[in-house]
């Protein structure tokens, strides 16, 4: 398992709990807006850290982190995914899984065999903006249905989340995306911070105004959509 970095504590990543988060390489989308760039690009040009040293780290915080997530990256496609998170579900961590949903068995293998305790899904866009936002001509939006509905009408806890850019997003993407993800559970919009890591530089956030004005719309059929990363 090639592992690309270790985010040691946080209390943002893993709701409600105090985490460790691990950060895999490579991803299927290329996303303008993406901040790990580095991670999508050239993942094996970055230092990497050896699984033992980070299952050593973890059995030491044992009784002080209550959870790890797994982002990337995207981490479905790492083949010894499944493998790593038996080796954190030894140390009796739960996990939560970062995903863009394009890989919905592998999402489903997991849950099915209760090794992953949430997934929080990014939805860049409405499904008819999904290639500007993800950045492939042709992205398997049927992937995505079929994962956001496994979700929808599952058991294992979920989030879904949408980085919101100025650029990049319109009051319509909102409009759709409440019709198609009604009544989920949990829904945030992340604001867009730039930073050197961006794949795509020169985007902007938008206002909180805008952001609560997106907030409202989602909240026709979505009464949970909350804003998250505001300053």
Avoid at 72 to 85: M, R
Avoid at 103 to 118: D, F, V
Avoid at 204 to 225: M, Y
Wanted: glycine share 8%; hydrophobic share 35%; aromatic share 8%.
């Amino acid at each position: 398992m090639k592992i690309y970095g270790l985010n040691k504590t946080t209390l943002l990543d893993y709701p409600g709990k105090v985490a460790a988060t691990i950060f895999l390489g490579g991803c299927n989308f290329r996303c303008p807006f993406c901040h790990n760039s580095s991670l999508v690009l050239s993942p094996c040009a970055q230092p990497e850290i050896p699984a033992e040293e980070v299952m050593a780290f973890l059995k030491k915080r044992r009784g002080i982190l209550e959870g790890v997530c797994i982002t990337g990256g995207e981490p479905t496609l790492s083949p010894d995914l499944e493998d790593l998170i038996n080796q954190i579900h030894s140390l009796g961590y739960p996990v939560k899984l970062d995903t863009n949903g394009t890989n919905p068995e592998i999402l489903k293998n997991l849950a099915e065999k209760c090794l992953i305790a949430m997934a929080a899904v990014d939805i860049k866009a409405c499904p008819e903006n999904y290639p500007s936002l993800c950045g492939v001509p042709s992205p398997n939006l049927d992937a995505v249905r079929e994962t956001a509905e496994f979700l929808l009408k599952g058991k294992l806890d979920y989030e879904f989340r949408t980085t919101v850019v100025k650029e990049l997003h319109s009051e319509e993407d909102f409009v759709r995306i409440g019709q198609w993800l009604k009544g989920a559970r949990a829904y945030y919009l992340q604001a867009y911070k730039d930073s050197e890591e961006v794949l795509q530089p020169g985007f902007s956030s938008c206002s909180l105004e805008e952001l609560r004005h997106f907030q409202n719309i989602l909240r026709r059929t979505i009464p949970s959509a909350g804003l998250r990363g505001i300053d």
